[in-house]
């Protein structure tokens, strides 16, 4: 089973940006879509992005035109461009399998957004 590490996270200020990535253990190039997911303190964990095989991305209304899913060309890591950063935004964040059954659960980073 593939693993995932995240990594990138940090304490930023409002308005600030963040470059998340995603390292597999193996191929992610056969997986149909991977996504990025956050959980806040308090509540569950959702998926704010996500990425297909053939590149169409999607984004959770929250985030749709700050951030950015994207994936090298090894199909191997899996990004996410975090710009214009809010307080809402704090969260663990974690990359996995989206639109089907996930994977194990690596230990995400953790994202602050805090003046």
């Known amino acids: 089973q593939v693993q995932f590490v995240e990594s990138g996270g940090g304490l930023v200020q409002p308005g600030g940006s963040l470059r998340l990535s995603c390292a597999a253990s193996?191929?992610?190039?056969?997986?149909?879509?991977m996504g990025w997911y956050r959980q806040a303190p308090g509540k569950q964990r959702e998926l704010v992005a996500h990425?297909?095989?053939?590149?169409?991305?999607n984004y959770a209304d929250s985030v749709k035109g700050r951030f950015t899913i994207s994936r090298d060309g090894a199909g191997n890591t899996v990004y996410l461009q975090m710009n214009s950063l809010k307080s809402e935004d704090t969260a663990v964040y974690y990359c996995n399998v989206a639109l089907a059954r996930t994977g194990s659960w690596g230990k995400g980073t953790l994202v602050t957004v805090s003046s």
């Open positions: 990425i297909i095989r053939s590149g169409i991305t």
């Open positions: 193996g191929s992610i190039f056969s997986i149909y879509a």
